[in-house]
């Protein structure tokens, strides 16, 4: 037994010693930490139930206004490596991840949870490696999948003109970038044709969105000593052929294209305070790229239906015009102010409904626009008068146009006591009233008209906080 001590203990050094070495215990400090959200509570009168619903028209997500929005939160995770030579390299790599969350029932926090009802849904939309100025270059690149795009008009949450945000890999060289992007998505039940396929995991058969090819060229150009910028964006979308492997035989479409062009100027502007700009974009989206629809940009997203005869997407087109201003004109008051036009047809000779692949009679035709203006007037700089104003009309098809007027009145404290539209957090007390005119009323064409009915006044009441820091 003496003599079994010693080799026992060893054993036991060696094999605690091991899992000591081999554990990862975390000392790293290059660490960021950000987030977005909005949580609050709000109600309609006129509902049962008092539930709180947006007055935009259907199909138009935030363009409209977004006071009467849901709960929604998101944060993200950076970690930064240090280059090798950090005196003389200045080379930013950096690795981010973000998770959103939101809830189906309008409800995120609280006594919900993902099994009961309305649930919590959990998105990735963020995970990816970058490094930028490699070596004191003017080269960067990235790899995975994040929010690829720049300017937002934040009143109507519409990141547009380059909103390429997926999975895929970019490299950039000075102002010129060049992406290829491979957009996909699982268990869809949107109508987005030619591109969704049937796929049978486990019995049942859902709808997938195809993974299609985005290659993606944008070069800027500054001038008036960098107070201006141009902004040249092309485009190229490639479907494949669909196979027996991936697809029921009876939707194995063959291979479409698509193409995007287009031209955005920004400009600074000189006021009593600075932050003041004005961008102005143009952009059109041919075949397959015609995607621009349900308030976001994203031109894979194709919209309308397909040529059944050819079973192609060729005479498909969006047409996509942007003006957003910011005025800070003064210590005390600040104007925000946007429009936004779409034109858009899918391939189908039809200029009303028409089937998709699945028999589904879907509209082939839109024409859309909207005007909104936030006024801020800095009543104290911890306490600003906000207002709102907006008009929304949405024509799909043959039918008439949907219109909407809104007006927000949203006394709001900014605890961070600055006078600035951007200055955040906000805990705002919100009324918006909204008024439809009889086409929009009698069809329920908002998601408040589907719970109040034949209506052509809405009233809206809440609280709400939304913040962000980066």
Sequence with gaps: METRLPGLLCLFLLVTNCHYVASQSVTNKMFSFGSYGRVGAGFA?????????????????SIGGRMEEADYVEFAGALHFKPHNQQSDTTFINVQARVAMYSGNGQLIGNVSSTNYGGVAFALPELYAEANNIMGSKWSAWIGAKFFRTNDIHIADHFYFDDHSTQGFGVTWKNTTLSVMFPGNVDTASSVPPNFYVT??????????????????????PFDENNQQIKLLAEYHQLSDASAEDTATAFNYPSAGGW???????????????????????R?????????????????????????????????????VIEHLMLNLSKKYSLNG??????SRGAADSLNKAPDYFDRQIFNRKTEYAVGF??????????HLITELHYAARKD??????????????????????????????????????????????????????????????????????????
């Design 397 to 470: 098809g043959a039918q008439d146009y949907a219109r909407m007027a809104k007006f927000s009145l949203v006394p709001t404290i900014v605890p961070t006591a600055k006078a600035d539209p951007w200055a955040r957090p906000h805990l705002r007390l919100i009324y918006s009233v909204a008024k439809y005119n009889k086409f929009a009323a009698e069809n329920a064409y908002s998601p408040y008209l589907r719970e109040i009915g034949n209506k052509e006044w809405g009233h809206y009441i809440g609280v709400r906080a939304e913040w962000w820091i980066w």
């Design 200 to 221: 049978i995991i486990d019995g049942t058969p859902r709808l997938g969105l195809r993974s299609r090819s985005v290659i993606i060229g944008e070069h800027i150009i």
């Design 260 to 282: 995007v062009v287009g031209i955005k100027h920004m400009t600074g502007l000189k006021t009593a305070v600075e932050g003041s700009f004005n961008h102005a974009s143009v």
């Design 374 to 383: 936030r006024n801020f007037w800095y009543i104290k700089k911890w306490f």
């Design 284 to 320: 059109y989206g041919s075949g397959i790229a015609n995607g621009n629809d349900g308030g976001n940009s994203r031109t894979w997203l194709t919209y309308g239906a397909p040529d059944l005869e050819t079973n192609k997407f060729k005479e498909a087109y969006s047409f996509n």
């Design 45 to 61: 009168p006129a509902i049962k139930g008092n539930i709180g619903r947006s007055f935009n028209l259907n199909g138009m997500g």
């Design 338 to 343: 946007y429009v936004i036009f779409t034109k």
